[in-house]
């Protein structure tokens, strides 16, 4: 079945209500009894899934926040869950901004553009929002505001940048544990980028495994340069001894 407002295609992301939401408008179908679609079993110990003692300010929040997840093809970890934890646990400050509330969506892909920058990915507010068909100056206020009342700070360490993206390369567990492993041994023996310690980290598991993954390819997955991860790799195998 399509959206019946634009025909485009609907989606049906996990949630407690199975609420069936269209992929290129963002049109939340709410006659569900038109569509054979059913919805996942509920999982809470997701940010981004209702508890049962949340308030319906807080259900609509996360349902904006799906909406647009949806839109711009956001995985859930860690972009939307990071979203949806700042939103719980900054709620009392959130609800009662007025301006805030007004403009949900937009409010919600300003605090999503936020924690995009803060993990280094290169996606500009402009075309977040010519997806998104919102206005990009009012999303811009949004997150001047969301920074000034929520104060996000967090730096995001080594590992939580290595287990997002060397993902995006393997499947292989013990490899991206190996390279967890490297970072933890290193310490606060190396100072640097977070996302270029990661990357170099990985890089030598990598070699030291003789997984086939060029150090390109890892720049790519990592949004640096392949020099860069090769600079790192160095930097870290002369730290701990370990040669090839």
Request: one cysteine or more.
């Amino acid at each position: 079945m399509n959206c019946t407002e634009c025909e485009g295609t609907l989606i049906s992301p996990d949630g407690k209500f199975g609420e069936i939401v269209c992929e290129n408008c963002g049109s939340v179908i709410s006659d569900q009894s038109k569509y054979s679609q059913g919805f996942k079993e509920w999982t809470p110990e997701w940010h981004s899934n209702w508890d049962a003692s949340d308030s319906a300010t807080m259900m609509e929040w996360l349902t904006a926040l799906r909406i647009v997840s949806c839109q711009l093809q956001l995985p859930e970890f860690p972009y939307r869950e990071e979203a949806a934890r700042i939103i719980r646990k900054k709620k009392n400050i959130i609800f009662r901004s007025q301006m805030l509330g007004k403009n949900k969506k937009e409010a919600v892909t300003a605090l999503v553009f936020i924690i995009l920058r803060q993990y280094g990915e290169a996606r500009s507010l402009k075309e977040m929002c010519e997806t998104l068909s919102l206005d990009t100056s009012l999303v811009m206020k949004h997150s001047w505001n969301l920074r000034k009342l929520t104060k996000i700070k967090k730096i995001y360490t080594p590992t939580e940048h290595l287990r997002y993206n060397a993902w995006k390369l393997t499947q292989n567990t013990e490899l991206i544990k190996k390279a967890e492993n490297i970072l933890e041994k290193i310490g606060k023996k190396i100072s640097g980028n977070p996302v270029s310690l990661a990357a170099g980290a990985f890089y030598h598991a990598c070699k030291s495994d003789g997984k086939n993954l060029s150090k390109d390819e890892i720049g790519k997955a990592f949004h640096i340069s392949g020099r860069t991860v090769y600079t790192n790799q160095k930097r870290i195998s002369e730290t701990i001894s370990i040669k090839f």
